[in-house]
């Protein structure tokens, strides 16, 4: 695909074949419907000195998932960009918080996973987790991203998923099942 308006290589999302590898790009907001191609994601667990990480509640207005809790920040690299990048830039945008990339860490670089929404909307990624200590930044989330948001004890959040996996996104279930109850750093 080639992309003549900048705005529009914003909005898109590396496509990757059955090796993992780049094979193509397509619009992030056409991307996710019944029939989701594997595509290149990321996580990240934003942590804090005391063992707390931060939760965040997806805004109402989510296509996928909304209104459940789920790690820190989420996001797709885009077509050329580093995934490193991709972290550090999008948790500037959806949460205000600035990092470095000397500041993540990788903790699951092979994650994947495929999960179903009610609506029918299919999430299909490879998603390396992402883990960075921060000491106690100021937090201006966006709104459109999300609804609310908490600091929790990793050792309380991973027994919370453990009993109630329905109030969190599948890829923070599966996340912490991978990482377990202890902090990842």
């Not at 309380?156 to 990482?179: C, G, H, K, N």
């Amino acid at each position: 695909m080639t992309v003549t308006n900048p705005r529009e290589a914003e909005d898109l999302v590396v496509l990757l074949d059955h090796d993992d590898a780049p094979c193509g790009t397509a619009s992030r907001l056409t991307v996710h419907d019944t029939e989701t191609p594997l595509h290149l994601a990321y996580s990240l667990h934003l942590l804090d000195r005391s063992g707390r990480t931060l939760v965040t509640r997806r805004a109402l207005e989510k296509k996928t998932w909304p209104g459940v809790w789920t790690n820190s920040c989420c996001g797709h690299p885009r077509p050329g960009e580093r995934v490193s990048t991709a972290v550090v830039r999008r948790t500037a945008e959806e949460l205000g918080v600035t990092l470095a990339e000397s500041d993540l860490t990788v903790v699951l670089p092979s994650f994947r996973y495929r999960a179903v929404d009610a609506s029918g909307v299919v999430e299909h990624e490879v998603c390396p987790v992402h883990v960075a200590v921060v000491d106690d930044p100021p937090l201006l989330p966006d709104p459109a991203e999300v609804a609310e948001y908490a600091w929790v004890a990793w050792g309380d959040l991973y027994e919370s998923v453990r009993r109630t996996p329905f109030a969190f996104s599948p890829w923070l279930v599966l996340q912490m099942r991978a990482i377990g109850p202890d902090l990842p750093v």
